[in-house]
T-cell receptor, first 115, second 114 residues
């Protein structure tokens, strides 16, 4: 079974600064997807970014980028130019390749953005 | 507008009662999921269904039941056998297939046992 671990329960960052959230996972599969989801106080889950395991290039979405290290089974999220609206719980998640497969989530990292 | 709806937003249950949480989607998605979220924890999978009239247990299925009679609907029943049902429940759906498809989430139902 796959597992996902987020070792930072809480993180804080100053507005306009950069912060990196860590995630490690364990799997015996070679083809899979990794995701970062954001859950603001409204509790609506929002997809931030995704990475396909067979792609070497790290995914980027505007101010959000990942550092995907497949051999190390590491998948960190970097948020640049942090904004107050980035404050939320962030979850790392893993999924096997077939689209109907389940997601396995980490425990989450609560990000605070200080003005 | 396409999306996933969950009702009710808040639900209160007396001990010993069964309650049913509704999840409906109009995205024509094949697969649907139920997750449970406890304070300070990640989401844990309760049940999922990849096709009508079929579903599989997730990691914490005990005390829960589901049905999938229609593609659009995947209701979750919390039975009296679930000893600690107070939690936030999220429903999700996605297109099935080999290629990438994102899971979309509903707004959630907060269940409280009185």
């Amino acid at each position: 079974a796959q597992t996902v671990t987020q070792s930072q329960p809480e993180m804080s960052v100053q507005e306009a600064e950069t912060v990196t959230l860590s995630c490690t996972y364990d799997t015996s599969e070679s083809d899979y997807y990794l995701f970062w989801y954001k859950q603001p106080p409204s509790r609506q889950m929002i997809l931030v970014i995704r990475q396909e395991a067979y792609k070497q290039q790290n995914a980027t979405e505007n101010r959000f980028s990942v550092n995907f290290q497949k051999a190390a089974k590491s998948f960190s999220l970097k948020i640049s130019d942090s904004q107050l609206g980035d404050a939320a719980m962030y979850f790392c998640a893993y999924r096997n390749r077939p689209s109907g497969s389940r997601l396995t989530f980490g425990e989450g990292t609560q990000l605070t953005v200080n003005p | 507008d396409g999306g996933i709806t969950q009702s009710p937003k808040y639900l209160f249950r007396k001990e010993g009662q069964n309650v049913t949480l509704s999840c409906e989607q109009n995205l024509n998605h094949d697969a649907m999921y139920w997750y449970r979220q406890d304070p300070g924890q990640g989401l844990r999978l309760i049940y999922y269904s990849q096709i009508v009239n079929d579903f599989q247990k997730g990691d914490i299925a005990e005390g829960y039941s589901v049905s999938r009679e229609k593609k659009e609907s995947f209701p979750l029943t919390v039975t009296s056998a679930q000893k600690n049902p107070t939690a936030f429940y999220l429903c999700a759906s996605t297109l099935a297939g080999r290629s990438y498809n994102e899971q979309f989430f509903g707004p959630g139902t907060r269940l409280t046992v009185l």
